[in-house]
């Protein structure tokens, strides 16, 4: 199983969870890999289930899903109990506004898009797959530009997170280029890839921190050898420290002993930002966000893609991979969908649908063909 994508060890999960007929079910957070069909398909179960006399307990920070499931719905702050309301009687803003506590923008604020020059373009990429012997990725082509958000969406298992490793330097390639501000970095190494581009990993805890590290550690990972950090390969532990007190306050990461915290220590939401912060402040060409807001609350979610949209505005190119529909509806300027390891088509979410993202996420159309 632990050679299975993420997604695919939720639906694992909630297969045995079904195949048991337990009279409890408590489901944390079970639709973050599925497509908009498939979420559906699951709220018919939970309410069939439901109705068969069972009791469930949904944990979700999603809206939409609250409202369209949940019969009563209890908020949490911080740890603490803030009131449980009838979600008949109350509306996303109003469940927005007990979660975080203010009011909060649900819907991304960006003006159009400017695309200039082409930062990142990928030619006839592939990179094979671990578990089978055809490659994960096929033949892909696209081409992302300072200035716009292009999101690639897709079911989790696609060959998304296998593009990533491949245009990050995790995985060899087994055929096409890549190249970065016009250099050909299909082999780089990837210190050298690090200089152009910054990396929000998918899987937080096996690439995006050292978990037994302390949080300001974890700050300088891809900086350390830098001449603000170093001087003849001492660590400067003062600016390290200095630095990490900066970006932990100016991007809200909450931690017991601040920069001294063990990075293992710290909640999921707050590993993330740091993350976050580490790889925005190295002011790179390209930010490849891989699932940015996985496991966050809204307000840390509007705070992301408010700093994702920041990024765009200052010319960078933002390669963003998400499963999150509303996410990719909301804040991509263009949306590549893969299926099966291609690119099977582009759409602006201002003229398409989730419903028509959804068809082609699941393989049952392709652009330039209806495919059997």
Not at 70 to 96: F, H, M, P, W
Not at 222 to 240: S, T
Not at 340 to 345: N, T
């Amino acid at each position: 199983v632990e050679d299975i994508t993420v997604g695919m060890q939720q639906r694992v999960e909630i297969l045995k969870m079904l195949y048991r007929d337990n009279e409890i079910l408590i489901f944390d957070e079970p639709t973050a890999v599925l497509t908009p069909q498939e979420i559906d398909e699951l709220m018919e179960i939970m309410r069939n289930l439901a109705k068969e006399g069972k009791s469930i307990l949904f944990i979700s920070h999603k809206l939409n899903e609250i409202m369209a499931v949940a019969d009563r719905c209890t908020v949490l702050r911080k740890g603490k109990y803030v009131g449980t309301i009838d979600t008949a009687k109350t509306n996303k803003q109003e469940l927005s506004n007990m979660m975080v506590g203010r009011p909060v923008q649900l819907e991304v604020q960006k003006s159009p898009a400017k695309p200039g020059e082409a930062v990142l373009e990928v030619e006839h990429f592939s990179v094979p797959s671990k578990l089978h012997k055809k490659d994960a990725v096929h033949d892909v082509t696209f081409t992302a530009r300072s200035g716009e958000i292009l999101c690639i969406a897709g079911i989790d298992g696609n060959g998304q997170t296998e593009l990533v490793y491949g245009l990050t330097g995790l995985e060899k390639p087994s055929g096409g280029t890549v190249k970065l501000c016009g250099h050909d970095i299909t082999h780089a190494k990837i210190r050298e890839r690090g200089k152009e581009m910054s990396h929000i990993p998918e899987d937080r805890h096996k690439h995006g921190l050292v978990l037994d590290y302390t949080l300001e550690k974890n700050m300088v990972l891809q900086r350390y050898w830098q001449p603000q950090f170093q001087h003849n390969g001492f660590i400067k532990a003062d600016e390290v420290r200095k630095y990490s007190d900066h970006l932990i306050e100016q991007y809200d990461v909450r931690s017991g002993q601040g920069s001294v915290t063990i990075a293992r220590s710290m909640s999921g939401g707050n590993q993330q930002k740091a993350i976050i912060a580490r790889e925005i402040d190295k002011d790179p060409k390209l930010l490849v966000a891989v699932q940015p807001t996985r496991g966050l609350d809204v307000g840390a979610i509007e705070y992301i893609h408010r700093q994702i949209v920041a990024e765009r505005d200052k010319g960078k190119a933002v390669l963003l991979v998400s499963l999150e529909l509303d996410e990719v509806m909301n804040l991509s300027d263009r949306i590549l969908v893969m299926y099966e390891g291609e690119i099977v088509g582009e759409f602006d979410p201002k003229t398409t649908t989730v419903q028509e993202l959804g068809l082609y996420m699941a393989g049952a159309r392709k652009q330039g063909k209806e495919s059997k």
